[in-house]
């Protein structure tokens, strides 16, 4: 099956996936697939240890797995076992963590200097994870305030410009380069992950901030934007989603006062009235 897909050209970062999430499974059942049901199925599902969404995910790749064995006869037609097990919702199950802006003062502070534009462009412009590992400086349209993500680089279809703000500004102007990626460790697709995790963690462990909040510079950039802005519509259209999901999420876990320190996180002497991140001690 991936194989197939990787003549077809799909990306590495797809097959990557596929074979990351199969992998486990086949493993789990050394057996001819039409010996598998949807009980075995349903109970390697309920077994990981992970977010719905994440367990989703896992299920639809499993589901394509069963498909490929459709297509070439390993199993009669409508007898996908994975068709039958749960989708899970998730509506209420992932708690959205942020972090304050004194906080964020500690990350930016504590960060290595490769990881710092990456974790600016997070926090300050809401890019997902896999958005900023695959962004090239070439998007970062600092002329323009924009940052372009374009579909082949976000979840989402279609392309969107996520702002750069004035303080996001601030801290890119002296660190963006004309070409190259932003964040720029690793080669293949999954070590470029590790390494992004493991500046995170480093990030966090020196800030004294462990452990790593999931997803949380997006879901702090989200908060802090509608708040300060109190435009719902606006922030889903920078951020990428729809604004039934701004509004049922983001909206009110932050006060404008909140937002506007959160958009007013500047490098050392970058201006007056501003959260200034403290001096590094010297040796």
């Given at each position: 099956m991936i194989e197939l897909r990787r003549k077809a050209k799909a990306s590495e970062r797809y097959l990557v996936d596929l074979r990351?999430?199969?992998?486990?499974?086949?493993?789990?059942?050394?057996?001819?697939?039409?010996?598998?049901?949807?009980?075995?199925?349903?109970?390697?599902?309920?077994?990981?240890?992970?977010?719905?969404?994440?367990?989703?995910a896992h299920r639809q790749i499993l589901w394509r797995l069963f498909a490929h064995c459709e297509s070439r006869g390993y199993i009669p037609r409508g007898t996908n076992p994975v068709a039958g097990t749960q989708v899970l919702t998730g509506k209420h199950e992932d708690t959205i963590e942020v972090w304050t802006p004194k906080e964020m003062v500690k990350l930016l502070a504590a960060a290595d200097p490769a990881y710092l534009p990456a974790l600016a462009v997070g926090a300050f412009a809401g890019l997902r994870t896999s958005e900023i590992l695959a962004l090239d400086w070439r998007d970062v349209r600092l002329a323009d305030r924009t940052i372009k993500v374009v579909h082949r680089k976000a979840r989402c279809a279609g392309t969107r410009l996520a702002p750069i703000t004035d303080n996001l500004f601030a801290w890119l102007s002296p660190l963006a380069k004309k070409i190259g990626l932003v964040w720029p460790r690793g080669r293949e697709w999954k070590e470029r992950e590790r390494t992004i995790t493991a500046a995170q963690n480093a990030s966090v462990a020196a800030a004294g901030?462990?452990?790593?909040?999931?997803?949380?510079?997006?879901?702090?950039?989200?908060?802090?934007?509608?708040?300060?802005?109190?435009?719902?519509?606006?922030?889903?259209l920078e951020a990428g989603n729809s604004a039934s999901t701004i509004f049922a999420h983001y909206r009110a876990l932050a006060s404008e006062a909140d937002g506007k320190a959160w958009f007013a996180i500047l490098p050392p002497h970058s201006a007056a009235n501003v959260v200034h991140l403290p001096q590094a001690a010297k040796a």
């Open positions: 990351c999430r199969s992998a486990p499974f086949i493993k789990a059942f050394p057996v001819h697939p039409a010996s598998v049901t949807t009980a075995d199925c349903q109970r390697y599902l309920d077994g990981l240890e992970c977010a719905s969404g994440t367990r989703n901030l462990l452990p790593w909040r999931h997803n949380s510079l997006r879901h702090s950039f989200c908060t802090y934007r509608v708040a300060a802005t109190q435009d719902v519509a606006r922030t889903a």
